[in-house]
């Protein structure tokens, strides 16, 4: 009966990429997604502490999804909130983005209906396509020419999933010109904006000002600032439908008010500690000055380095824990074979040193 389960975990055992679950170490962190640093912010900390010290009720439960009690006064106020930040005419909050992703795509798009979505989309957003009855096609990484192809060719129905920023690449998807695409084929274009919200302000879409050119967009709270959940952002029609027919939503328990007022205080946090943001790029151009050979965007918070062997791969990402330099080794499914990396995230908490001794220990590591 076992013996399926136990043989594939063998292979990944053999392979060097078994998953396996770690406390957090103590190590410095080039690893997790708390780019701004809000996660550790004592100022952030001490605001979310005073709100439950008036306000002690939000720590309970909702007891229920939001169709049966979970709904509570709470939870629509920093809805309406979200769509006046973000100049959308509604938002629908989820407990995470995989959930709202999961929503949105298997039950969106129809039988009848086409999904065109970046061969690098976030595992949530395939998923999400396997629960639907509509046909999905990939067209090749950030590439317009292949991307206008499959739009000539979708029927129905067309809906485009792209990241603004990609989190394994650590690259930029080049929005104004995809969604002069999807308006051109009268396509549906929904961003997922998980790694830029916070980094670039509200999000990319927001800076560049797209929000009538876009369907949907997924913003999620639980990388810059810190916390927890997902809006997603999108028309009054869109929010109505999800409400009524999106299963993920519509049978899972909310989260606590408390959560729902955490994003508001995020909010306000990030609005008035612009700093963050400032002091993480200078952390980028530091990094990047050091001609670490990473395929990420100059200005990504993200820097990934190709290292397709997994034993080098490995060796790498222990020395470097040695040195006290935690970093996030990627190895296939999750990436393509041959594409193995060693991925880093840079925060705004990085101190200059640490940022050397990171980008001297691997050069100095692969010879480079």
Same mark, same amino acid.
């Given at each position: 009966?076992?013996?399926?389960? !136990?043989?594939? =975990?063998?292979?990944?055992?053999?392979?060097?990429?078994?998953?396996?679950?770690?406390? %957090?170490?103590?190590? @410095?962190?080039?690893?997790?997604?708390?780019?701004?640093?809000?996660?550790?912010?004592?100022?952030?900390?001490?605001?979310?502490?005073?709100?439950?010290?008036?306000?002690?009720?939000?720590?309970?439960?909702?007891?229920?999804?939001?169709?049966?009690?979970?709904?509570?006064?709470?939870?629509? !106020?920093?809805?309406?909130?979200?769509?006046?930040?973000?100049?959308? !005419?509604?938002?629908?909050?989820?407990?995470? /983005?995989?959930?709202?992703?999961?929503?949105?795509? #298997?039950?969106?798009?129809?039988?009848?209906?086409?999904?065109?979505?970046?061969?690098?989309?976030?595992? #949530?957003?395939?998923?999400?396509?396997? $629960? #639907?009855?509509?046909?999905?096609?990939?067209?090749?990484? %950030? %590439?317009? !020419?292949?991307?206008?192809?499959?739009?000539?060719?979708?029927?129905? =129905?067309?809906?485009?999933?792209?990241?603004?920023?990609?989190? $394994?690449?650590?690259?930029?998807?080049?929005?104004?010109?995809?969604?002069?695409?999807?308006?051109?084929?009268?396509?549906?274009?929904?961003?997922?904006?998980?790694?830029?919200?916070?980094?670039?302000?509200?999000?990319?879409?927001?800076? =560049?000002?797209?929000?009538?050119?876009?369907?949907?967009?997924?913003?999620?709270?639980?990388?810059? $600032?810190?916390?927890? /959940?997902?809006?997603?952002?999108?028309?009054?029609?869109?929010?109505?439908?999800?409400?009524?027919?999106?299963?993920?939503?519509? &049978?899972?328990?909310?989260?606590?008010?408390?959560?729902?007022?955490?994003?508001?205080?995020?909010?306000?946090?990030?609005?008035?500690?612009?700093?963050?943001?400032?002091?993480?790029?200078?952390?980028?151009?530091?990094?990047? @000055?050091?001609?670490?050979?990473?395929?990420?965007?100059?200005?990504?918070?993200?820097?990934?380095?190709?290292?397709?062997?997994?034993?080098?791969?490995?060796?790498?990402?222990?020395?470097?824990?040695?040195?006290?330099?935690? @970093? &996030?080794?990627?190895?296939?499914?999750?990436?393509?074979?041959?594409?193995?990396?060693?991925?880093?995230?840079?925060? @705004?908490?990085?101190?200059?040193?640490?940022?050397?001794?990171?980008?001297?220990?691997?050069?100095?590591?692969?010879?480079?």
């Amino acid at each position: 009966m076992y013996s399926t389960w !136990e043989k594939r =975990l063998l292979q990944r055992k053999e392979s060097t990429s078994l998953r396996k679950l770690s406390i %957090n170490a103590s190590e @410095t962190d080039f690893l997790s997604n708390d780019y701004l640093g809000v996660a550790r912010n004592k100022v952030f900390h001490k605001m979310l502490l005073e709100t439950i010290q008036s306000d002690p009720k939000i720590l309970a439960g909702s007891t229920g999804s939001r169709l049966i009690r979970g709904h509570s006064a709470e939870v629509h !106020e920093t809805e309406s909130i979200l769509a006046q930040k973000h100049r959308t !005419e509604s938002a629908l909050l989820f407990a995470s /983005g995989y959930a709202a992703n999961l929503t949105l795509f #298997s039950c969106l798009p129809q039988r009848q209906d086409t999904i065109i979505v970046d061969e690098y989309i976030h595992r #949530s957003v395939h998923d999400g396509c396997v $629960m #639907s009855k509509a046909i999905k096609w990939k067209f090749r990484h %950030n %590439n317009l !020419e292949d991307l206008e192809a499959k739009l000539k060719r979708a029927r129905g =129905l067309c809906f485009v999933a792209v990241e603004s920023l990609y989190s $394994m690449e650590g690259d930029f998807a080049p929005l104004t010109e995809i969604a002069k695409l999807t308006d051109k084929y009268g396509a549906s274009l929904i961003i997922d904006e998980a790694h830029a919200f916070g980094v670039f302000g509200y999000g990319l879409v927001h800076q =560049l000002g797209l929000q009538n050119s876009v369907f949907a967009t997924l913003i999620t709270y639980g990388k810059a $600032m810190g916390s927890h /959940g997902a809006a997603l952002l999108c028309s009054k029609l869109i929010k109505t439908y999800l409400i009524n027919f999106g299963s993920p939503f519509i &049978y899972s328990t909310a989260l606590p008010d408390l959560i729902w007022r955490q994003i508001r205080i995020g909010y306000e946090f990030l609005d008035n500690h612009p700093a963050l943001a400032s002091n993480l790029r200078h952390n980028i151009r530091l990094f990047r @000055t050091q001609q670490v050979p990473t395929i990420s965007g100059t200005d990504s918070p993200i820097q990934s380095l190709i290292v397709p062997d997994n034993k080098q791969l490995l060796n790498l990402k222990n020395s470097l824990s040695e040195k006290g330099l935690q @970093t &996030y080794a990627v190895f296939s499914p999750t990436v393509k074979l041959g594409t193995e990396r060693l991925r880093i995230c840079l925060h @705004t908490f990085n101190q200059k040193n640490d940022i050397l001794l990171l980008t001297q220990s691997i050069k100095s590591s692969l010879d480079l």
